[in-house]
C-alpha cells in the first residue's frame, strides 16, 4: 500500500437510519454509532463522522482510501467491493404496505408486476431489486421518504427492514399497525465497510476491538439499549447472502 494511501485521515459516514445510525441534535448517533465510538476508543484511533445522504457515502467508501461506511447491509453485490467489520446488526428487509390499501402480495413476482415500489437510492434492497429484474422502483434519498411516499399515496409499496421501521414510522407520523408487513424478501447481517483502499491492518485491528467488545458483553450492552429483544449478531464474519 503507498504511503500516499497510509497518510490519508480516517473518514468515517453514516445516513439517517434510526435507531441504528443517525443525527440528534446535529450529532451522529445510535446502535452503531456507539459501537463505532467504542472501537475508536479502544483502539486510539479518532475520526469525524459525518451523517450525509446514502448515496454520498457510498460513493465516498467506494472510491476514497482509508473511509469507513456505517451500517452497510453485506450481500452477494457488495462482497467485492468493500473491506468488512462486523456483524453490527441482523435484518429482515419486507415488503410494506398500508392496511387501508388492501393489497394482498405475497410473492416477488407479484411485486415486480405491481406499480411504484419506493426504496432508499444505492441501499442493498435497491441494488438487489435491480440485479432481480424490477423496473418500477423509485428510489428516494433515505428510509424517511420511503415512508413519506406511502403516506403521501405516491407509492402503494415500500421497502424497508423490521430493525428501523417502528423508528422510521413514528418520525413520519404514521401508526404501526397502519402499516401491514407483506412478504420477507431479504435476511442480511449488516457491516462497517471500509474502502478496498483501507490499510489492512485498520480493518483488522477494528474487527479485533469488536470480537472484544461481544466478548466482554459491552457489545450486548449497547445492542440492548437500541433494540432492547431483538436478537444478537453472530461472533464470526459470515459469507454474504
Given at each position: 500500500?503507498?504511503?500516499?494511501?497510509?497518510?490519508?485521515?480516517?473518514?468515517?459516514?453514516?445516513?439517517?437510519?434510526?435507531?441504528?445510525?443517525?443525527?440528534?441534535n446535529?450529532?451522529?448517533?445510535?446502535?452503531?454509532?456507539?459501537?463505532?465510538?467504542?472501537?475508536?476508543?479502544?483502539?486510539?484511533?479518532?475520526?469525524?463522522?459525518?451523517?450525509?445522504?446514502?448515496?454520498?457515502?457510498?460513493q465516498?467508501?467506494?472510491?476514497?482510501?482509508?473511509?469507513?461506511?456505517?451500517?452497510?447491509?453485506?450481500?452477494?453485490?457488495?462482497?467485492?467491493?468493500?473491506?468488512?467489520?462486523?456483524?453490527?446488526?441482523?435484518?429482515?428487509?419486507?415488503?410494506?404496505?398500508?392496511?387501508?390499501?388492501?393489497?394482498?402480495?405475497?410473492?416477488?413476482?407479484?411485486?415486480?408486476?405491481?406499480?411504484?415500489?419506493?426504496?432508499?437510492?444505492?441501499?442493498?434492497?435497491?441494488?438487489?431489486?435491480?440485479a432481480?429484474?424490477?423496473?418500477?422502483?423509485?428510489?428516494?434519498?433515505g428510509?424517511?421518504?420511503?415512508?413519506?411516499?406511502?403516506?403521501?399515496?405516491?407509492?402503494?409499496?415500500?421497502?424497508?427492514?423490521?430493525?428501523?421501521?417502528?423508528?422510521?414510522?413514528?418520525?413520519?407520523?404514521?401508526?404501526?399497525?397502519?402499516?401491514?408487513?407483506?412478504?420477507?424478501?431479504?435476511?442480511?447481517?449488516?457491516?462497517?465497510?471500509?474502502?478496498?483502499?483501507?490499510?489492512?491492518?485498520?480493518?483488522?485491528?477494528?474487527q479485533?476491538?469488536?470480537?472484544?467488545?461481544?466478548?466482554?458483553?459491552?457489545?450486548?450492552?449497547i445492542?440492548?439499549?437500541?433494540?432492547?429483544?431483538?436478537?444478537?449478531?453472530?461472533?464470526?464474519?459470515?459469507?454474504?447472502?
Amino acid at each position: 500500500m503507498s504511503a500516499q494511501v497510509l497518510a490519508e485521515p480516517l473518514r468515517l459516514f453514516t445516513e439517517e437510519y434510526p435507531p441504528i445510525n443517525f443525527s440528534e441534535n446535529g450529532k451522529p448517533t445510535g446502535l452503531a454509532t456507539e459501537v463505532v465510538e467504542a472501537i475508536m476508543h479502544r483502539s486510539g484511533q479518532s475520526a469525524p463522522i459525518s451523517v450525509v445522504p446514502w448515496a454520498r457515502g457510498y460513493q465516498e467508501a467506494l472510491q476514497r482510501p482509508n473511509t469507513g461506511l456505517f451500517v452497510t447491509m453485506r450481500t452477494r453485490e457488495r462482497e467485492q467491493l468493500f473491506k468488512w467489520v462486523g456483524p453490527i446488526t441482523r435484518n429482515v428487509t419486507s415488503f410494506y404496505a398500508l392496511r387501508r390499501s388492501f393489497l394482498s402480495i405475497s410473492r416477488i413476482e407479484e411485486a415486480r408486476e405491481y406499480g411504484e415500489i419506493a426504496v432508499p437510492r444505492d441501499w442493498y434492497s435497491h441494488q438487489r431489486l435491480l440485479a432481480e429484474g424490477f423496473n418500477n422502483l423509485t428510489p428516494v434519498t433515505g428510509p424517511a421518504q420511503v415512508v413519506s411516499m406511502l403516506k403521501r399515496g405516491r407509492v402503494k409499496l415500500m421497502v424497508l427492514d423490521n430493525l428501523s421501521i417502528s423508528a422510521l414510522l413514528a418520525q413520519g407520523d404514521i401508526q404501526r399497525d397502519e402499516v401491514q408487513l407483506l412478504f420477507d424478501f431479504m435476511h442480511s447481517d449488516s457491516y462497517i465497510a471500509f474502502s478496498q483502499q483501507t490499510d489492512d491492518v485498520l480493518v483488522s485491528r477494528w474487527q479485533q476491538e469488536l470480537e472484544a467488545m461481544k466478548n466482554d458483553g459491552s457489545f450486548a450492552a449497547i445492542h440492548q439499549k437500541w433494540l432492547p429483544g431483538e436478537p444478537l449478531p453472530p461472533l464470526e464474519t459470515a459469507p454474504a447472502p
